[in-house]
């Protein structure tokens, strides 16, 4: 299974950025996809995670009202809309994937993650 993340690149602050997230190789209709983000001297951090099947999705407190994930299982592939984009969400974005549900509060962890894509680089400029 290979995760391929795209869609970065430099925007100004309060602009939109739509990043994707194209799975090969399987497929997580019943699992988790997430993304996940890590700044410049920073560690990574949790963003947002869909649970399809079980109709859970979450956000970080500061992405809350502002990001929009989602899925076209058609294609396979995930989506992060980002709006209002602000100087402190740079960073690289990197997507995540388990083939089978876990706990809600277990999607915003990074260990249960068992597959990656490479991350695409986010830069707001104020």
């Known amino acids: 299974v290979q995760l391929q993340a795209s869609g970065g690149g430099s925007v100004q602050a309060g602009g939109s950025v739509r990043l994707s997230c194209a799975a090969s190789?399987?497929?997580?209709?019943?699992?988790?996809m997430s993304w996940f983000r890590q700044a410049p001297g920073k560690e990574r951090e949790f963003v947002a995670a869909d649970d399809w099947s079980g109709g859970n999705t979450l956000y970080a407190d500061s992405v809350k009202g502002r990001f929009r994930i989602s899925r076209d299982h058609a294609r396979n592939i995930m989506f992060l809309q980002m709006t209002g984009l602000k100087p402190e969400d740079t960073a690289v974005y990197y997507c995540?994937?388990?083939?089978?549900?876990?706990?809600?509060?277990?999607?915003?962890?990074?260990?249960?993650?068992?597959?990656w894509g490479q991350g695409t680089l986010v830069t707001v400029s104020s």
């Open positions: 995540a994937a388990r083939t089978r549900r876990i706990v809600v509060s277990a999607m915003g962890v990074a260990e249960p993650y068992d597959y």
């Open positions: 190789g399987g497929t997580f209709k019943r699992g988790i």
